[in-house]
């Protein structure tokens, strides 16, 4: 089974008309269940703190406590694309991802070495957060999130340009 169909996981849906823009869906139901997990781990956190100033620390600060936890899962554990990635273009030339900082990045259809999937992190969400992920000579990776609207039509213009 070829990557692309291993994405999608059904068969792959007709090519669409190029160029095919979609953009990361900010707002839906699962992005939100996603930041209800984020809270309950900062009450948890913060909730640990809380415990140790209690039990052992009287100076012991459990804000800064669970800012820096979160600082470190954000980095760690929660897949980058989540908050890094604005949306994706492709069209007969090849592939852009577009980033909310503005430094997009183009990959050319002929420059794609390896096309695999990323099974996303282990930071638990309800959005599909695996990827499909073209890789460049240079070992660049430009990640195809599952949470995008049209990943099944990107895989589909990427199974068909390679």
Same mark, same amino acid.
């Given at each position: #089974?070829? *990557?692309?169909?291993?994405?999608? =996981?059904?068969?792959? +849906?007709?090519?669409?008309?190029?160029?095919?823009?979609?953009?990361? *869906?900010?707002?839906?139901?699962?992005?939100? @269940?996603?930041?209800?997990?984020?809270?309950?781990?900062?009450? *948890?956190?913060? !909730? @640990?703190?809380?415990?140790?100033?209690?039990? *052992?620390?009287?100076?012991?600060? +459990?804000?800064?406590?669970?800012?820096?936890?979160? !600082?470190?899962? #954000?980095?760690?554990?929660? /897949?980058?694309?989540?908050?890094?990635?604005?949306? $994706?273009?492709?069209?007969?030339? !090849?592939? $852009?991802?577009?980033?909310?900082? =503005?430094? %997009?990045?183009?990959?050319?259809?002929?420059? $794609?070495?390896? $096309?695999?999937?990323?099974?996303? =992190?282990?930071?638990?969400?309800?959005?599909?957060?695996? &990827?499909?992920? @073209?890789? %460049?000579? /240079?070992?660049?990776?430009?990640?195809?999130? =599952? #949470?995008?609207?049209?990943? &099944?039509?990107?895989?589909?213009?990427?199974?068909?340009?390679?």
């Amino acid at each position: #089974m070829s *990557a692309t169909a291993e994405f999608v =996981g059904v068969a792959l +849906p007709a090519v669409p008309a190029l160029p095919y823009s979609t953009q990361v *869906a900010t707002l839906s139901p699962d992005r939100f @269940l996603d930041v209800a997990i984020v809270l309950v781990v900062c009450a *948890a956190l913060y !909730g @640990l703190g809380y415990l140790i100033r209690e039990s *052992a620390l009287p100076s012991f600060s +459990p804000t800064v406590f669970a800012s820096v936890c979160l !600082g470190v899962l #954000m980095f760690t554990a929660v /897949n980058p694309v989540f908050w890094k990635l604005q949306g $994706v273009t492709v069209d007969d030339e !090849g592939l $852009v991802c577009e980033y909310w900082s =503005g430094a %997009d990045r183009r990959i050319a259809w002929s420059d $794609v070495a390896e $096309v695999r999937v990323d099974e996303g =992190g282990i930071f638990p969400v309800f959005t599909d957060d695996r &990827a499909l992920v @073209l890789t %460049d000579a /240079n070992g660049d990776e430009y990640p195809i999130p =599952g #949470m995008l609207p049209g990943a &099944a039509e990107v895989a589909a213009v990427v199974d068909a340009k390679r």
